[in-house]
């Protein structure tokens, strides 16, 4: 399974995956996914939102155990973030199979669709919708670097658009939602390889997933040329923009937060041009709300400062949230019993659909070592002999959970 996914969405430059929501590669993924389903006998389906489920045993019964991630990637991202979870949910079934495990809940596997934002810039948007955090009216305002909107992609894709909203129903058959994941930091990591944290467990249980959210900053100033605008003239919107960044970095690190400026947006975005506007979207997140709330009002602060010292115009929209996330305690505290009770639980920075879907149905986490702690990167990793440990650890949660 591995190696039928390695090539799809790949860049042969970076050697990262661009596997962004509706296109190309999403397609082909989503047709993987139909593939392993179907070639295990399993009840296949797509929901009013385009999240994908393969069913074994009755999909209306109720009390169904869940597990699976996402596809999707963000840009230039790594092979494991995300798919790891959808084939090692496949590969944990053909485990209990091979076990002779008789089921006594329905089991599902699932694809999240659109769990990155690349495309459109929310994350989680399959999951938000379905749990009701999207609503169709602000789904329909998403679009994309080209001017295209949720909808028309979806309906480019072959998909119905009209259809998307909450889908109460569908949550309501879910008893538990176990998502496996690699590690997006070395809190696994063997302690000698740098780590000093890590606990040198193949496998670690998700206790709870930070705040986060997204800001975007508006910089509007004045294009002007480049070489004949004297340096006391200039009303510079990049010039801000970098001030802010520093700032953002400064605040993160004294409130033992993390605050990253990764995505860019420049007009006219000519060499010889002193900007009109610069965009910039921050990405910010804490153990807690309110340090969150604390790094992000300091970083406003700093931007409206040195904006008004360098005659630029400032506007900060709050694109998105997700607060904290504690998961189900009696879920977790189930499968680390199941584990055998010496499982490291421990939290995270990273948001994932397990966490959206946390206000609906009790979720839980697994994480697979990750070595190096490098994620949403060409150089994300994990051995193969963790992979396998992930893969019997989620399928004697699932055995646990549904074959009893």
């Known amino acids: 399974m591995w190696a039928d996914l390695a090539p799809v969405g790949r860049n042969p430059d970076s050697g ?23 070639a295990r006998g399993l009840t296949y389906e797509t929901d009013r939102n385009g999240n994908q489920w393969a069913w074994l045993g009755d999909p209306t019964a109720g009390d169904a155990v869940v597990t699976g991630s996402h596809l999707d990637s963000v840009p230039d991202g790594g092979a494991f973030d995300g798919p790891l979870g959808v084939v090692s949910a496949f590969a944990a079934l053909d485990e209990l199979r091979r076990r002779g495990m008789e089921f006594t809940r329905p089991v599902a596997i699932t694809n999240f669709g659109d769990e990155e934002g690349a495309r459109f810039g929310l994350a989680c948007v399959g999951s938000r919708l379905t749990a009701g955090q999207l609503t169709k009216e602000k789904a329909y305002e998403l679009r994309d670097a080209d001017g295209v909107t949720l909808p028309e992609a979806m309906e480019a894709a072959g998909y119905d658009p009209d259809a998307i909203g909450p889908d109460p129903e569908r949550l309501a058959r879910i008893g538990a939602f176990v998502e496996l994941h690699v590690e ?10 740098g780590s000093a944290a890590g606990t040198g467990s193949a496998v670690g249980i998700a206790s709870a997933i930070w705040p986060h959210g997204r800001w975007r900053f ?9 070489g ?21 970095r400064r605040e993160a690190e004294l409130a033992g937060a993390v605050a990253t400026f990764g995505k860019i947006s420049v007009e006219p975005n000519g060499v ?55 998961f189900a305690h009696a879920l977790r505290d189930e499968l680390n019993r199941i584990l055998g009770g010496r499982v490291p639980v421990l939290g995270t920075g990273a948001g994932h ?25 060409p150089a994300e990793y994990a051995a193969e002999d963790d992979c396998v440990a992930g893969v019997l650890a989620l399928a004697d949660v699932l055995e646990g959970l549904a074959c009893r």
């Open 16 to 38: 990262g995956y661009r596997r962004f929501a509706w296109t190309g590669a999403d397609a082909d993924c989503r047709t993987w996914f139909q593939e392993q389903a179907e």
């Open 184 to 193: 997006q930091g070395r809190a696994l990591a063997v302690p000698d390889s």
């Open 228 to 248: 004949t605008t004297r340096l006391v003239d200039r009303r510079d919107p990049m010039l801000t923009y970098a001030q802010t960044v520093v700032a953002a």
């Open 272 to 326: 010889n041009a002193i900007p009109s506007l610069v965009r910039g979207w921050l990405d910010s997140r804490a153990a807690d709300q309110g340090t969150l709330d604390t790094v992000v009002a300091a970083i406003e602060q700093a931007a409206k400062e040195h904006a008004q010292r360098d005659g630029v115009d400032l506007a900060v929209v709050r694109e998105s949230f997700t607060p904290v996330v504690e």
């Open 218 to 226: 508006d910089f509007h100033g004045e294009a002007n040329h480049a």
């Open 353 to 377: 659909d397990a966490g959206i879907l946390s206000a609906a149905v009790p979720t839980a986490m697994l994480f697979v070592r990750n070595p190096t702690g490098v994620s949403h990167s």
